[in-house]
């Protein structure tokens, strides 16, 4: 199912609802229950009420907790004047040679699990989850890429509040465009769960088929895959820039694949040795040390 490259813009107002809150206060030092806030309507009476439901010890820090929501919401008002959220994404041929994916006719290795948590545990790649090119027959991977614009982010640097509650807002909100895309393409442009009907949460709990691994997630680990993500869907168009090493300006921003097979899930390759370093980088064809560079926390020796 090749499609064309597609750009889409989203307004900070149509991604509200697909902002991941828990995420948002976890880098403010908030546990997760102090999150429900987000679910709380605004009014004074609603407020209180869910401040009772906290015992007297956590009161001050559930007070802070809505201090900050108000102030989060009323910096996406000011920020729906100002910015906006791209997104670009392409439904590509594929197919699984090994543990690498082919698509369309560009390789992307891959690597695989050396550890499992349990002994009847597959040793799992990303690659499983693709039709193998030995059956002849073309299955689908998509790409994608989301980012914000800096500049409200810019305008606020002298003021370190504000500075880091637009950065912290920024991360949700091209995380919420990445969640709100990988929907409209379940549903309508790849059309596999054309049926589906999640709630808000179910939605976050990513109780839907398939995944979207971005890349630098435990299961696409190597960062220098990002390169190849641009040689094929392009993300530099939508205003990415990439460092020498791989990473994404503006900081705020997510690329990676879908995959649609109803046995998809999310898994971490691990440690590696040696020899999987070798293979990999031959595949990739590289020298070892290039990709040891980005392969630092995975090594095993």
């Known amino acids: 199912m090749r499609t064309k490259i597609t750009f889409i813009t989203y307004t900070i107002h149509e991604l509200i609802d697909y902002i991941n809150w828990i995420y948002f206060f976890h880098a403010w030092n908030f546990q997760p ?4 806030i987000a679910e709380i309507h605004g009014c004074d009476a609603c ?6 439901n906290f015992p007297a010890s956590d009161i001050p820090k559930a007070t802070e907790a809505m201090q900050l929501h108000k102030e989060a919401m009323r910096m996406l008002n000011t920020m729906e004047q100002i910015c906006n959220v791209k997104a670009v994404f392409k439904l ?17 290795p891959l690597l695989r699990q050396q550890t499992r948590v349990h002994d ?3 040793y799992l790649c990303l690659s499983d989850f693709v039709r193998p090119l030995s059956q ?4 689908t991977v998509g790409g994608f890429a989301t980012t914000i614009d800096e500049t409200l982010e810019k305008r606020f640097e ?3 509040y504000k500075h880091l509650l637009i950065q912290t807002l920024n991360e949700r909100l091209a995380e919420a465009a990445a969640n709100k895309l990988h929907e409209m393409i379940r549903k309508e442009v790849w059309g596999y769960a054309k049926d589906e009907h999640l709630t808000r949460q179910q939605l976050l709990n990513e109780e839907y088929q ?11 680990p190597d960062l220098s895959v990002i390169f190849l993500l641009d040689e094929l869907i392009d993300i530099k168009s939508i205003g990415i820039r990439l460092t020498e090493n791989g990473m994404m300006q503006p900081h705020a921003s997510v690329c990676g694949l879908m995959f649609s097979h109803p046995q998809a899930r999310y898994f971490a390759v691990g440690k590696i040795d040696e020899h999987q370093l070798a293979d990999y980088a031959a595949r990739r064809g590289k020298e ?6 980005y392969l630092t926390m995975n090594l095993q020796y």
Do not use: E, H
């Open 33 to 36: 229950r102090f999150a429900s």
């Open 47 to 52: 407020r209180a009420a869910w401040l009772a």
């Open 92 to 108: 590509m041929d594929a197919n699984a040679d090994g543990d690498d994916l082919i698509l369309d006719g560009k390789k992307l």
């Open 120 to 122: 009847s545990d597959p």
């Open 136 to 139: 002849g027959i073309p299955d």
């Open 158 to 160: 002298y003021d370190p």
């Open 210 to 220: 398939g995944i979207r691994p971005a890349v630098g997630y435990p299961s696409l």
């Open 288 to 293: 070892v040390s290039y990709i040891q560079n």
